[in-house]
């Protein structure tokens, strides 16, 4: 879930992009919700599991496969030792999160497990998993404990190419025309080849700032759309910087945010205005689908091996 209250030492956020899913990722295997989980980015690896265990895949579907037998997701699976679990091309998203029963076992840093790859910090030895590690997961509760349990598919996110995100006002709105306003809350922008787990950036028509003199820098928020003096908004995500010299615009709310980070380079993006009300209530609700919306189906879990 990020590694929070270090911000004003400059160590940022970081944690998973798509927080909802790995929440409901550790959820459907009994885990706390923000138990460490593997983020998988467009290009899934091929793991062996050395071990039986229960998993479950949410998120992007990277089309994931277990010893050649498509595997469900949004749901726990029991996997045999000796299963090879692999992904191959996008259908829809682009990011998955893979959940283990108990959770990875990697040590916190500053309070987090994930991962910080500027910073070589956290998660596995600080570094993206490559060939031939062996990554250990703590004992989890046994099925009978856990139960299967699935996402009801009315509540499972829906990733497409034309993201809609609800957005409000930023603090540095005042230095933007109420022309320049009205563009960035109703034109289309492109998601850039350059966005990356820091920061989104779009492409689009330019949103322009009036200032009489240069911004001093003040503190970052996930979701925070920062305008460089090109005019192309920058959504700042995960693993931003902890300050930003730039105007903000706007910032994405927090139960979007998930939307945005399954949307790939080509992508198009618009801003909904919304109200600080509206985003708090956003949240909650998402919450309360985390909390009842993951039921129990059948007396046995799908077995893929």
């Not at 949240?283 to 689908?289: D, F, I, N, P, S």
Request: hydrophobic letters at 45%; proline letters at 7%.
């Amino acid at each position: 879930m990020g590694r929070h209250g270090h911000q004003a030492f400059g160590m940022p956020v970081a944690g998973a992009m798509d927080t909802f899913s790995l929440q409901a990722a550790n959820l459907l295997v009994g885990n706390d919700p923000s138990a460490a989980a593997l983020e998988i980015t467009l290009v899934g690896p091929q793991l062996r599991f050395l071990s039986t265990a229960i998993i479950a895949v949410t998120g992007g579907d990277l089309s994931p496969v277990v010893d050649g037998n498509p595997l469900p997701m949004w749901e726990n699976v029991l996997i045999e030792a000796g299963s090879l679990l692999t992904f191959g091309a996008p259908r829809s998203g682009c990011r998955a999160y893979l959940a283990v029963d108990g959770g990875w076992a990697v040590e916190p840093v500053m309070g987090s497990r994930s991962t910080y790859l500027r910073g070589q910090i956290g998660g596995y030895q600080g570094r993206a998993l490559k060939d031939g590690d062996t990554l250990p997961h703590h004992r989890g509760k046994d099925f009978n404990q856990i139960g299967y349990r699935v996402m009801q598919a009315e509540w499972v996110p829906r990733y497409r190419a034309a993201v809609s995100v609800r957005a409000i006002e930023g603090p540095q709105v005042d230095v933007f025309s109420a022309a320049m306003r009205e563009r960035f809350f109703t034109a289309d922008f492109c998601v850039s080849l350059l966005s990356d787990r820091m920061g989104y950036r779009l492409e689009g028509p330019s949103i322009q700032a009036v200032m009489g003199k240069e911004m001093i820098s003040d503190a970052t928020a996930l979701g925070a759309v920062q305008v460089p003096p090109d005019g192309q908004p920058i959504v700042l995500m995960a693993d931003r910087q902890t300050t930003g010299g730039y105007p903000k615009i706007a910032t994405v709310i927090t139960a979007d945010i998930p939307l945005l980070a399954q949307a790939q380079a080509g992508h198009r993006i618009r801003f909904v205005p919304c109200t600080l009300g509206e985003a708090r209530a956003a949240l909650r609700q998402q919450a309360e689908v985390l909390r009842s919306r993951i039921i129990a189906r059948r007396p046995s879990p799908a077995e893929v091996s």
